[in-house]
């Protein structure tokens, strides 16, 4: 077993900024898959005019296998259905109240705004099979890579070169000097819609190429520079034996955060639909770069595990990727629950991350529980911050991308490895 591999088992990860931003409607987590006695979803459109959900659709060809990766053929014969589907169930909203729709290319679900009317045609059209609450959540290195023995792996030559990370987050400052030259990719996934404001550098919801991944010009928008420096920082930059946890590794940069300004002071949230826009990204670009694992520092409310129900669109995608050797790394949550990880780390193929102290304690801040999967380091983390500088914080957030990028680095000395071999050795 390699130093390195010990190290994700013996060390916590994971810092996240704050837990859930708005209300989880009813936490039951088969409720979902339930098309009566929706209290949660009427009850809110009630009162709000109008709410997010994802609507899973009734596509037999759609759901791609755990096992293995499909062929090209058969993958596209897939999508087309699964996009037949999406438009068909449109069309027949098309009198009803429905905004903000998104389409997903590989999994057969679609997202939208709906008012009462259009929530209760959803939940009677014999197509639908589940419809979830697009949940909103939030954000949750000199010092840290000699306790989890990276030097050992760097000075054997495994730094996670020819591996990428995929960062989705509050965007990043690719030209920091920590981090450059390392971004292959960026994209945003942010939608302005029901008050919410994009973050996307174009001003639209959507935007793929050069530059639409940096960082948001807000003050809590340094969370995606400063995990991505721990993951993936440059060796030498702070210190000859100093940098992120795959000095080698190349970064795809994703910004995903709105900004709700519907109560002072504005906010920064994330819908699950844009995470999912930024999942279904990754998984594009899975055959043109070796993606070792995706971070998500950010979480909802605390909640036991498994919970795949909960948000089985979710559950469908982080399936895929872990099915193409991508390991989705999630962070534990902030809440001090020792018997909880929040919502989105409680998927169960999901890696969910808690946090320690450099003393090698659990952090007080930090969720935990049976089901949670690794520790790392996330207690006063010192990485980098847009406008060049360097900084400290802590959080399961800062956590989790210690294990990124501790993957990312097993995964260049063992590239072959799956992802149940990676966590279990």
Not at 33 to 59: C, H, M, Q, T, Y
Not at 327 to 334: C, E, M, Q, S
Not at 359 to 382: E, H, R, T
Request: some cysteine.
């Amino acid at each position: 077993m390699s130093s390195m591999t010990k190290a994700l088992h013996s060390i916590g990860v994971l810092l996240l900024l704050a837990v859930m931003a708005g209300p989880l409607f009813a936490q039951n987590l088969s409720g979902a898959f339930l098309k009566v006695d929706r209290a949660d979803l009427i009850d809110e459109v009630r009162n709000k005019g109008e709410i997010s959900v994802i609507v899973g659709l009734d596509v037999p060809s759609g759901a791609l296998p755990l096992e293995a990766q499909v062929s090209p053929a058969i993958l596209q014969q897939r999508m087309t259905a699964i996009a037949s589907a999406q438009t068909r169930l449109m069309s027949r909203l098309a009198n009803s109240g429905t905004s903000n729709v998104k389409n997903f290319k590989y999994h057969p679900y679609v997202a939208m705004r709906v008012n009462e009317g259009a929530l209760n045609e959803i939940l009677q059209d014999n197509d639908v099979v589940s419809v979830e609450v697009d949940y909103i959540l939030r954000p949750t290195l000199t010092t840290t890579p000699p306790l989890v023995d990276a030097l050992a792996a760097w000075n054997a030559g495994h730094d996670g070169t020819g591996q990428t990370v995929a960062i989705l987050d509050t965007g990043v400052a690719t030209t920091h000097p920590f981090l450059s030259g390392k971004t292959v990719a960026e994209a945003c996934f942010s939608s302005a819609a029901g008050g919410y404001i994009s973050l996307c550098p174009s001003g639209n919801n959507l935007q793929i190429g050069l530059g639409a991944g940096v960082n948001c010009p807000d003050t809590g928008c340094y969370h995606g520079t400063h995990v991505a420096g721990i993951a993936v920082g440059k060796r030498g930059v702070i210190g000859a034996d100093a940098g992120g946890m795959a000095p080698g590794a190349s970064l795809i940069a994703i910004q995903v955060f709105v900004k709700d300004c519907s109560v002072a002071p504005c906010d920064l949230v994330a819908f699950t639909s844009d995470i999912l826009l930024g999942l279904d990204y990754v998984y594009s670009l899975r055959n043109t770069y070796r993606i070792a694992a995706i971070n998500l520092s950010l979480a909802g409310a605390p909640t036991a595990a498994p919970c795949d129900t909960y948000s089985p669109s979710l559950a469908a995608s982080i399936n895929s990727l872990r099915a193409a050797n991508i390991a989705t790394v999630i962070a534990a949550g902030n809440d001090g629950n020792a018997n909880l990880v929040s919502f989105p780390a409680c998927i169960s193929s999901a890696i969910s991350v808690g946090s320690t102290t450099k003393g090698n304690a659990v952090s007080s801040f930090s969720n935990g529980g049976a089901a949670l999967d690794l520790f790392a380091p996330g207690s006063s983390i010192y990485s980098s911050l847009p406008g060049g500088g360097f900084g400290y914080a802590s959080g399961t957030s800062m956590a989790t991308p210690h294990v990124t990028g501790a993957w990312a680095t097993v995964m260049s000395a063992r590239p072959q490895a799956q992802v149940r071999e990676t966590l279990n050795k």
